[in-house]
């Protein structure tokens, strides 16, 4: 299919379209009796399960925090505490609000504590073991009917459900970071999850305030899955000679906010790495190694300013050239640089598809929008397909490919390019 041109208004109208579309779920009757949702708990008080349960008391909705110290459950309820001040001076709501608010949030460092909430949220750190074990304990503590969700960003969700007795009561409920602020929240279904567990999940993501997106079990669900597409092949780029702040620019460029390394330092290098540590990325080692973890240590793969401003760091540069052996000057133009880490997202998107882990193309584009800042005159991965043509996303996937399988062209990009139609058409399976 060759590509198509789209005015502004025809790609607002389609955003618009794809965001009504998310909420319908087509094998779930809309008449599906709903669960009561009265009261929460979250495991947790850390930044994410402070921010969940922001969502909760925000919306009326009681919360109970569990963690394991009293110190960090202190800790966690300031920084609630703090961010509902800083709303309230900011003028988004009345100043009485605050202590309504915090009134709706309670702590404990007893599980048992959790028997009577209607919906439990976990929201520890992204450890299997861990997560096993504590669904292996919410199973036994909690009541009949309770809804028993996992905030995990990747892990397999079938896998923690299976120790319980109650899969069908199991669920995937991923918050994107800040979890007080960003919009979307994908909501993963596993294999036993119950109808009305989805229908009720999807009702209590509008009365959050979030646009909510059904997705399956696979690494990364939907978002995450295609992010780590982009980063393996920025990743690629960096070893071929482009540095960073190169492949950055392209991407902001092509509008987003933040490329993958601006996006890293923000975020933390150390996410997932301990002293020592020797993963698939060894200038993000080496860089934490050197105690250069991103903004919050002042130096990432950038350094900063007084002012956080990112400035191309010779540092970075050394280590990349030890590692890669490759020097700094040998970057692709911004185009390639483009190509190279968005035609894979696309590619992935079709993937999705094939494999069932998304009701329709369309949901893939309201994930990155709203989760990934996805610039929205490009419409998401899938529309943007359409916009620069199978053909055009086939040749550079047919490039990467050859010297990776994992990005090899999917079936569904080969018959695109070969017999037409369009990306946003492609239907699941």
């Known amino acids: 299919m060759p590509a198509i041109s789209m005015t502004p208004t025809e790609v607002s109208d389609y955003i618009a379209q794809a965001g009504r579309d998310a909420w319908v779920v087509p094998d779930v009757p809309a008449n599906t009796p709903r669960r009561k949702i009265e009261k929460v708990g979250v495991i947790g008080a850390g930044t994410m399960g402070g921010g969940i349960s922001m969502n909760f008391a925000s919306a009326g909705i009681p ?55 209607d919906l439990v949220i976990e929201a520890v750190f992204e450890d299997m073991a861990l997560k096993k074990q504590i669904f292996t304990d919410l199973d036994r503590i909690l009541k009949p009917g309770a809804i028993l969700a996992t905030n995990t960003s990747a892990l397999d969700i079938d896998e923690i459900a299976s120790v319980t007795k109650r899969p069908q009561d199991v669920i995937g409920l991923h918050f994107f970071s800040p979890a007080n602020v960003m919009k979307l929240l994908e909501i993963v279904r596993a294999d036993h999850t119950a109808h009305d567990v989805i229908a009720t999940c999807m009702d209590l993501a509008r009365t959050i305030n979030k646009i909510a997106v059904l997705v399956g079990v696979c690494p990364g669900f939907v978002g995450n899955r295609i992010l780590f597409a982009r980063q393996a092949q920025a990743q690629k780029l960096v070893a071929q000679g482009a540095m960073p702040w190169d492949v950055d620019a392209a991407l902001n460029k092509f509008g987003f906010r933040m490329g993958p390394y601006q996006m890293s330092d923000l975020a933390g290098l150390d996410i997932g790495w301990k002293k020592g540590a020797k993963t698939a ?143 946003i058409d492609v239907q699941p399976g």
């Open 63 to 117: 919360v109970l925090i569990l963690e394991q110290k009293p110190e960090a459950l202190d800790r966690g309820l300031e920084v609630v505490r703090v961010n509902y001040q800083r709303s309230a001076d900011n003028g988004r709501f009345p100043q009485s609000e605050v202590a309504e608010r915090m009134g709706r949030l309670a702590g404990t460092m007893e599980m048992a504590a959790l028997a009577d909430c």
């Open 281 to 423: 990325n060894p200038i993000r080692d080496a860089l934490c190694e050197l105690d250069r973890r991103g903004q919050k240590t002042g130096a990432g793969y950038y350094d900063y300013d007084e002012n956080r401003r990112p400035i191309p760091s010779d540092v970075t540069a050394k280590i990349i050239a030890e590692i890669t052996g490759v020097s700094a000057g040998n970057a692709p133009g911004p185009d390639e640089i483009i190509a190279d880490c968005i035609h894979p997202m696309i590619n992935e998107g079709l993937k999705i598809l094939e494999e069932k882990k998304a009701q329709r193309a369309s949901d893939i584009d309201i994930v990155w929008l709203n989760g990934y800042g996805w610039p929205a005159d490009k419409g998401g991965p899938m529309l943007y397909g359409d916009m620069v043509g199978a053909e055009a996303v086939l040749a550079t996937m047919e490039r990467l490919g050859a010297s990776d399988e994992r990005f090899a062209p999917s079936a569904t990009l080969k018959r695109l390019a070969k017999g037409g139609g369009r990306f």
